[in-house]
């Protein structure tokens, strides 16, 4: 009550002080303004360290697939021991990825296979980067392709009528990360907790009065906005949650973070973006096979990925899942038990939209003659042909090029 | 406490509130009677100003200094900073050996966890092994984080302010990111030999410097850049020279080397060149071309390191090089050179007048105002042309002119997360910080140190810096300092913290405007500060419905679960701050102080 009467009298206030509509219509009223209407969401999870494709999704039916990976190669399924998960005759999931297979079968999965950057490199670093700027090879593109899409959507005629939610683009990492770069707002925070004024009611009230009187400067302006982004979160409390539907988050903290974005999906705060990153997956020494360190990672990825899907239930009929690493790993072992930095790697789609069940992306084989310098999983799909298509179909982008400059997506993937 | 205030405090604000000018008036305090050449701003202003743009903030007895030296003077000081005595290096020196360590040395004392596991070569690591990987993983992020806690502390303790100042826009200007692969062993090399020596030196030696460094030439991926197959190399060239009986030119060392070239042979790279040109000298509109990039790209050819992996130094090869002809923004350079060709494309991109107006505005823009005056700028480009890309010159030309002066741009800069954390424990009277915490802040602030991914650098602009998450960060920052958590920082730092401890209310926010707030603080920033009581809230039916009776829960939590405090990281902490403290921290989250 108290916060109401503030802000009302806090808007006579600087009404008599002499500021801009429009600026108290975005300082006074943003909060109590709800975005009803239920968007596409999209929620990109990166592995970051090149998660291993081919242990990943086996290709199984290539007979190169076990010559080259004598101890640590996945077991055809229906082998005695911890085996491939089939998929469709030819790719099998890796068994810690069971959590998923449900997702499989009723056609949410698309699992994308030979699929990366057309750059050559093979640092994490530069391969990370060219991936979430969306520009392979091209260093000075100075924001994300996540970011350009947000801004290109988000210097809207209807931004009068509506003010975007703060929470429209949510990155649970402690900084930006690359992909979410650029010009359009993005709200960083490492969990739901730490959005909030660490200070005593009467203080955060001080604060809040401190933003909301004086110039009317970006400083302001934006800092009133925090306020309003505050109560926003405060009034869905998530505090309060509670996975639905038996989801079962692991406690690791990647669990923890897909939790809260679906906290956040379910809070309604107008999340359109949400993205959080793992690591991990630079297996170049003791890999293992069915099981081992690799095995423990997917265990941790899949149980989160299942956990979100499960937990947002009917909502994933507007959510589309899209995860990423930088390559894949090459297509022989080493001899450390391991696996070097490779080429193509693999990618999946889930969602109640995506045309799933089918493993995406033309296979180019492992024999040496087809691999790619003689050593790694050839491409065969540009990943900016997935964001596109992505961008494109679900989230209603009509034209891609400024998201992708100098790139033609080429023929439609079907994935939506 | 302070309920019965709240009644004559809303008054005096809704009173203020029907003067048509009041949302800019601001509180100033009077003027002192010290000289200082006539300017837009006033004296105290322009003692404010030079310490917020020459230095990093304020300390405590910093602007009476400076008054006392006047600003002009003050300013040729700074601009001369070898002659102003200034310890702090030695003082990191003592608790940071990493500083003054080679690249090789801290890759052999600090080796990466990948090295390690090399070494062991087995298939089966035991658990002593995977231990000592981890071990090593932990020692081996040593290299960046006293790095990043040197940079606080210099920029926080260092008499040399300007030099700190420059040396962080350089750094910016030809970013490097530490995250790279082994380009956190060459971090320390980089600042100490191409970045600082040069920082008001020559335009045309600090490129160099970065030219050969292994920094950049690992960063931009240089290093791997050769001649495409079927071109002439220089190594061919001199064997054609030596069959005709020419003396060669003398040959870059590391010749065995040569015979077995530890790069990947993938022909040109043009990373480099195509940020030397758009990013480190022309400017994107700066008139050149594709091909420009690339002939500057074939001149490079060469410029690479010896051993990258293990941190050699740089090393011209001929080998690698294209000696064929090329032609760069208009110049002709010959065929058959090699490590000319390069220093060639130094000289001309270092004197081109583009570069002049590049790195003019850039100055500008840090000094002076996000949209610097073109009047400036054309003066600042005039000075640089006119001495040879001397910088000292051209910020001398920048710091002492009238626009710098004038009231537009004063307090027109947003500090960026650095600026914000390093002139809070400037302001509070901060010791060194010998441990990462500080730089950790910055990092959590948005501006993790050495971290820039891209190539171009932070923001130099305001806007980038402020946005919905940002402003809670930075305000939870204030919070934190002023609760103590910023080792170093605690308040009672504060010189006149014990004096005000005990004092009334107003007198405390008058000394925390003073000292935190450079003395000026708008109408309602002061009521709201004094009232200790949200000035706004008209309708309170009772004392505890404004908040001022009732004890204060540790997080506002209005029925939430309460925040679980996480020990490491201090803006997670919740703070429950009272007396001068409160005061303290609400200073440094209000909007003023987001300003420099």
Not at chain 1, 21 to 31: E, V
Not at chain 1, 57 to 64: I, N, Q, S, T
Not at chain 1, 394 to 399: R, V
Request: charged fraction near 25%; glycine fraction near 10%.
């Amino acid at each position: 009550m108290q916060r109401r009467v503030f802000l009302r009298s806090g808007a006579f206030a600087l009404v008599t002080l002499g500021l801009s509509p429009s600026f108290l219509r975005r300082t006074a009223f943003a909060h109590e303004l709800r975005l009803g209407a239920r968007g596409k969401i999209l929620i990109v999870l990166f592995q970051r360290g090149a998660a291993d494709a081919l242990n990943m999704v086996v290709p199984h039916g290539d007979a190169d697939y076990y010559g080259l990976r004598p101890t640590i190669a996945i077991p055809r399924p229906g082998a005695r021991t911890e085996s491939a998960l089939d998929l469709d005759g030819f790719f099998g999931l890796h068994p810690a990825l069971a959590p998923l297979r449900p997702f499989w079968e009723r056609g949410m999965l698309a699992p994308i296979h030979a699929v990366g950057s057309p750059s050559a490199t093979r640092s994490h670093f530069d391969a990370q980067d060219y991936m979430e700027s969306g520009t392979p090879d091209l260093k000075s593109t100075p924001d994300g392709w996540l970011n350009r899409y947000l801004a290109a959507r988000g210097t809207c005629a209807e931004c009068d009528a509506k003010t975007p939610t703060p929470f429209r683009a949510v990155t649970m990492t402690e900084q930006t990360p690359r992909i979410l770069t650029g010009p359009a707002p993005v709200i960083a925070m490492s969990s739901v907790d730490d959005f909030t004024i660490r200070a005593s009611g009467s203080d955060v009230e001080r604060l809040e009065a401190l933003y909301r009187t004086g110039r009317a400067d970006i400083i302001h302006g934006a800092g009133a906005e925090t306020f309003d982004a505050v109560k926003m979160l405060r009034a869905a409390n998530p505090q309060q949650y509670r996975p639905e539907h038996g989801a079962g988050y692991p406690r690791s903290q990647f669990g923890q973070r897909l939790m809260q974005i679906a906290q956040l999906i379910k809070a309604d705060v107008g999340l359109e973006v949400g993205f959080a990153d793992v690591g991990g997956w630079d297996t170049h020494v003791n890999q293992g096979g069915a099981t081992g360190q690799l095995a423990n990672r997917l265990s941790d990825f899949a149980a989160a990925v299942a956990a979100l899907t499960t937990d947002l239930g009917d909502r994933m009929g507007d959510v589309v899942i899209l995860t990423m690493t930088e390559f894949g790993r090459m297509a022989r072992q080493n001899g450390n038990g391991g696996t070097d930095h490779g080429h193509a790697g693999a990618m999946f789609l889930l969602g109640g939209a995506v045309k799933g069940g089918k493993v995406y992306g033309r296979w180019p084989g492992l024999a040496r003659e087809q691999l790619y310098e003689g050593r790694d999983l050839a491409l065969t799909t540009d990943f900016r042909s997935v964001f596109a298509e992505v961008a494109r179909e679900h989230l209603g982008a009509g034209d891609t090029s400024s998201l992708f400059p100098r790139f033609s997506p080429g023929e439609r993937l079907g994935l939506l | 406490m302070l309920s019965l205030r709240t009644v004559p405090v809303v008054a005096a604000v809704v009173g203020l509130a029907c003067a048509p000018t009041t949302a800019r008036d601001i509180a100033r305090p009077s003027e002192p009677a010290a000289a200082v050449e006539a300017r837009e701003q006033t004296a105290d202003q322009q003692v404010r100003h030079v310490l917020n743009r020459l230095a990093f903030g304020a300390r405590p007895g910093d602007a009476e200094r400076v008054r006392g030296m006047g600003v002009d003077q003050w300013i040729a000081m700074q601009l001369e900073p070898s002659r102003i005595r200034d310890t702090v290096g030695e003082r990191l020196a003592a608790g940071l050996p990493t500083l003054a360590m080679s690249s090789p040395d801290l890759l052999t004392r600090y080796p990466p966890p990948q090295v390690v596991r090399a070494q062991m070569r087995r298939a089966d690591m035991s658990a002593a092994d995977s231990a000592e990987v981890r071990r090593s993983a932990q020692e081996s992020r040593r290299v960046l984080a006293e790095m990043q806690i040197a940079k606080v502390a210099r920029a926080v303790a260092s008499e040399r302010q300007l030099e700190e100042v420059m040396v962080d826009f350089w750094e910016n200007h030809f970013t490097v990111f530490a995250g790279k692969g082994p380009e956190r062993y060459f971090i320390a090399a980089y600042e100490r030999e191409a970045i600082r020596p040069h920082a008001l030196g020559k335009f045309r030696d600090l490129l160099g410097a970065v030219a050969k460094s292994p920094a950049m030439l690992f960063y931009l991926d240089n290093w791997q850049s050769a001649v495409e197959e079927g071109r002439p190399t220089a190594d061919a060239q001199r064997r054609v020279a030596r069959r005709r009986g020419v003396r060669p030119a003398p040959r870059a060392p590391a010749q065995s080397a040569v015979r077995n070239p530890p790069y990947r042979r993938r022909g040109l790279n043009e990373n480099y060149a195509r940020e030397l040109l758009e990013l480190h000298t022309l400017g994107v509109d700066g008139g050149y071309t594709q091909q420009d990039i690339v002939n500057v790209a074939r001149a490079f050819t060469g410029w690479t390191l010896e051993q990258p992996r293990r941190s050699g130094g740089f090393v011209f090869r001929p080998a690698m090089h294209d000696a064929g002809e090329k032609t760069v923004l208009g110049q002709r350079l010959g065929a058959g050179r090699g490590i000319e060709d390069g220093e060639q494309v130094l000289d001309i991109v270092a004197s081109h007048p583009s570069t002049a107006r590049f790195i003019a505005t850039k100055l500008a823009r840090r000094f002076v105002n996000d949209d610097p005056p073109a009047s400036l700028v054309d003066r600042a480009a005039a000075t640089f042309l006119r001495t040879s890309g001397d910088i000292r010159e051209v910020v001398r030309t920048i710091v002492t002119s009238e626009e710098f002066f004038s009231s537009a741009a004063y307090r027109a800069k947003v500090k960026s997360p650095f600026e914000l954390v390093v002139s809070a424990m400037r302001a509070m009277n901060a010791a060194l910080d010998m441990t990462p915490r500080s730089a950790q802040v910055v990092a959590r602030l948005g501006q993790p140190l050495f971290l820039h991914q891209a190539p171009n650098g932070w923001p130099e602009r305001g806007d980038a810096w402020i946005n919905t998450g940002a402003i809670l960060n930075r305000i939870n920052f204030g919070l934190a300092l002023a609760g103590g958590a910023i080792p170093g920082a605690r308040p009672d730092r504060w010189p006149r913290f014990a004096e005000l401890d005990r004092a009334e209310r107003p007198a405390q926010v008058d000394g925390v405007i003073a000292g935190f707030l450079g003395g000026e603080a708008s109408v309602e920033t002061r009521k709201i500060l004094e009232a200790g009581v949200n000035p706004l809230a008209r309708d309170c039916g009772t004392p505890s419905d404004c908040g001022t009776t009732a004890p204060e829960p540790a997080v506002m939590d209005d029925g939430m679960a309460p925040v679980r405090g996480r020990g490491r990281d201090p803006l997670s902490r919740p703070q429950n701050l009272d007396g001068l403290r409160e005061i303290i921290g609400l200073a440094l989250g209000a909007p003023e102080f987001q300003r420099r």
